[in-house]
């Protein structure tokens, strides 16, 4: 497929999409919502999950080490993988194609699909509830309010964020698998 018939299929989405993101992106209007998404998105930036990282082993020794390990491959790998969809699909985010709505916080680049933010939480959390279940109580409400948070900051649509989680998924089970 070429990069205009990708861009005319993600056109269709969005135009779908875009009253989902209005309704949401409406809700940083209120200024606890404004402050409580900003300050989501930027913890799932990496700071979040690198102290999670850096904690483990402190806590859980070896066994903390290994899945900060299996961590810190699964985000490597994820990277690569999100950075090379964007930029071979290079769907614009919703508030370059969509003057009303209002970017909550500067995006990291100008493409949307898939979320990395997404593509991280959901793969970091899978990968320590696989080993810690206890953290779950934690680490599944902070991986929602990250998706969450990129859609209602006007930075990605909802497949964006669907396909992050997915492939975070899918990605983290594959390494859990392969390194044990």
Request: net charge positive; hydrophobic share 55%.
């Amino acid at each position: 497929m070429t990069t205009h018939s990708l861009s005319l299929w993600f056109q269709r989405f969005d135009d779908a999409e875009v009253v989902w993101c209005r309704r949401l992106n409406r809700t940083l209007n209120q200024s606890l919502i404004r402050v409580l998404f900003r300050a989501v998105s930027r913890l799932g930036d990496g700071v979040f999950w690198y102290s999670l990282m850096a904690l483990l082993p402190m806590v859980y020794g070896l066994q903390g080490l290994h899945v900060s390990v299996v961590m810190a491959a699964t985000g490597a790998l994820g990277l690569g993988l999100y950075k090379a969809l964007k930029h071979r699909l290079v769907r614009e985010r919703p508030f370059i194609r969509f003057n009303e709505l209002m970017p909550g916080i500067a995006p990291l680049d100008r493409y949307s699909f898939p979320s990395g933010h997404t593509l991280h939480a959901v793969a970091f959390t899978v990968v320590v509830v696989a080993y810690f279940p206890m953290w779950a109580m934690v680490l599944v409400p902070f991986a929602i309010l990250v998706a969450l948070s990129r859609v209602i900051l006007g930075l990605h649509y909802p497949t964006d964020v669907i396909a992050g989680a997915l492939i975070g998924a899918v990605l983290a089970v594959s390494l859990i698998h392969i390194f044990g």
